[in-house]
Structure formats: C-alpha cells, structure tokens
C-alpha cells in the first residue's frame, strides 16, 4: 500500500518572534495630517501592525507624545503655507471620543 504524498511543503505555524516597540507614523498630505500606527523591529524594519498598549498608563504617555508630533507637523505645514484650511485651536466637545 503506498502513501499519498502531496508536493505542498510543511509550512511551519509558529509566529515569528520580532523585537522591537509600537510607533506612530505620522505624515503631513494634501488633506491634512495623516497617523498610522507600525512596528520598528530592531533590525531596522518597519512593520504595518496595530499599536499595543498593555496598561492605561503607557497608553496615555503614548496618545500625549503623538499629540506633540501631531501639533509640530501642523506647525511646520502652517509655516510652510501648505494647509490653508487647517486650524490649529484645539479639539471642540464634537471631536472628543467618549
């Protein structure tokens, strides 16, 4: 009795193990700013995976460093002219999330 054997190599189901820390990939684009969330790998790679936050504390040290990046971009795009629409007051109760 022969075994069937595919051509499918065994493709191994342990996840990678990466090192590194969640960033902000913050960019100025025509319509405003712009905030994606990423991975640095400590080998340099930057990867597209979602920020983490394992306590409440590291989370809002986290959300108030984005906070200056972001009102630093909007500094410079102001002083370069290129966001004429842009407001740079602060948030309105509409734009608070609860």
Do not use: C, W
Not at 17 to 31: D, L, M, N
Not at 48 to 53: A, M
Not at 72 to 98: C, M, R
Request: charge should be negative; glycine fraction near 8%.
């Amino acid at each position: 009795m022969a075994e069937d054997q595919s051509n499918t190599p065994n493709i191994a189901t342990q996840p990678e193990q990466i090192q590194g820390r969640s960033i902000f990939i913050v960019e100025t684009i025509a319509s405003g700013i712009q905030v994606k969330t990423g991975f640095l790998a400590e080998d340099g790679r930057v990867l597209e995976l979602p920020g983490i936050f394992p306590t409440q504390e590291y989370a809002l040290s986290q959300i108030d460093e984005l906070r200056k990046i972001v009102i630093q971009h909007f500094a410079q795009v102001q002083q370069a002219g290129a966001l004429q629409e842009v407001s740079l007051e602060g948030p309105s109760p509409d734009d608070t999330i609860q």
